[in-house]
């Protein structure tokens, strides 16, 4: 079994791709590589796709990236368990609007704009938060609403289809935190930087069989 998470130079992959290692070795879930090699995600069994930063500049990055082609035939066409994660996850809808309207990957249905927190709060949204859970799911089993996730991020994605959110969290208002769809499934919090829950969640994926 081979992880393959993607290195398009946008993400902090060093916590990444330790906590996917720990949690592999712990689960039996085989090797966790980084890399920016086409032909070893299109052979990986799992795709993570990390991202930090403006949803322009990472979507821009994406697209040039020689793995991009490879990505998207593992998990269109290959039906390949797929994992993103903070600007990772936000790729993943329709369309983002972070100065200016930018494609995404159409794999959920839903729009990332900026967060607009009642009651003063800051934006980014930064810190710990509880989960809500909306809708189970393989990759949250033995995780419960009121467990902590760690977020970075001053944009979020509006989903469309009910049925493709399956966790939020109120910070002056609803947020959105996991969507999930056939194969793929993100979270918009770092589970490599949210302790035992995230590495909880980090094994599931590890181990899932959609």
Same mark, same amino acid.
């Given at each position: 079994? +081979? ?14 791709? /330790? ?11 085989? !090797?966790? #590589? ?25 979507? /821009? ?10 990505? #998207? !035939?593992? $998990? ?6 797929? +994992? ?9 809808? *329709? ?18 704009? *900026?967060?607009? @927190?009642?009651?003063?709060?800051? $934006?980014? =949204? ?10 189970? =799911?393989?990759?949250? !089993? ?5 467990? =902590? ?15 493709? *959110?399956?966790? =939020? ?14 194969? %793929? ?5 770092? @589970?490599? /930087? ?6 909880? %969640? ?7 069989? @959609?």
């Amino acid at each position: 079994m +081979l992880t393959a998470i993607i290195d398009y130079e946008s993400g902090n992959l060093h916590s990444a791709e /330790k906590a996917f290692q720990r949690m592999a070795a712990e689960v039996g879930a085989g !090797e966790v #590589v980084v890399t920016a090699e086409a032909d070893v995600v299109a052979r990986a069994d799992r795709i993570v796709l990390p991202g930090d930063g403006a949803f322009p500049a990472c979507a /821009k990055a994406l697209r040039a990236a020689g793995t991009f082609a490879a990505m #998207v !035939e593992a $998990v269109e066409a290959k039906g390949r368990p797929f +994992l993103g994660i903070c600007v990772g996850m936000q790729l993943m809808a *329709r369309q983002g609007l972070e100065y200016e309207p930018t494609d995404g990957l159409g794999w959920i249905n839903g729009v990332v704009e *900026r967060i607009t @927190p009642a009651g003063g709060l800051k $934006v980014p =949204h930064m810190g710990w938060n509880d989960l809500v859970i909306d809708q189970p =799911h393989a990759v949250l !089993e033995g995780v419960e609403t009121g467990e =902590h996730a760690y977020f970075v991020h001053s944009y979020q994605m509006r989903v469309e289809t009910p049925a493709q *959110r399956l966790a =939020h969290v109120d910070y002056g208002g609803d947020v959105t935190a996991i969507v999930a769809r056939d194969t %793929m499934i993100g979270f918009q919090f770092h @589970p490599e /930087k949210s302790a035992a829950t995230g590495l909880r %969640m980090i094994a599931n994926f590890l181990t899932w069989t @959609p």
